[in-house]
Nanobody, 124 residues
Framework: QVRLTESGGGSVQAGGSLTLSCEASRYTGDKCVGWVRQASGKEREVVAADYGPGGSTYISDSVKGRFFISRASAGNTHYLQMNDLTPEDTADYYC??????????????????WGQGTQVTVSS
């Protein structure tokens, strides 16, 4: 099972931007890798994911136009660029991956590998 390590979280004012990074312990070009957030008292939400073999990208409606997912052309690093942040974006953000050749899913429980999470706090 691939190990994932997130970084880049922090505290920002509304309207600001942050970029989260996820470093994987092994090659992820044959996997879907995404970002899942969980706000206090709320269910986990898959906000963005992309699939290496197909080159497709998923962005949830709640963040579309503001968040952008990408991966390094070489290596095992993934990014989530977050712009125009609002207090509703405050949550723990997790990097997550599915198994080999498993396509992306909107369901958080479909992801089998998880990072430890990084906190994002947006003040109004």
């Amino acid at each position: 099972q691939v190990r994932l390590t997130e970084s880049g979280g922090g505290s920002v004012q509304a309207g600001g931007s942050l970029t989260l990074s996820c470093e994987a312990s092994r090659y992820t070009g044959d996997k879907c890798v995404g970002w899942v957030r969980q706000a206090s008292g709320k269910e986990r939400e898959v906000v963005a994911a992309d699939y290496g073999p197909g080159g497709s990208t998923y962005i949830s409606d709640s963040v579309k136009g503001r968040f952008f997912i990408s991966r390094a052309s070489a290596g095992n690093t993934h990014y989530l660029q977050m712009n125009d942040l609002t207090p509703e974006d405050t949550a723990d953000y997790y990097c997550a991956a599915r198994g080999t050749l498993q396509v992306c899913s909107k369901v958080a429980t479909d992801y089998s590998s998880w990072g430890q999470g990084t906190q994002v706090t947006v003040s109004s």
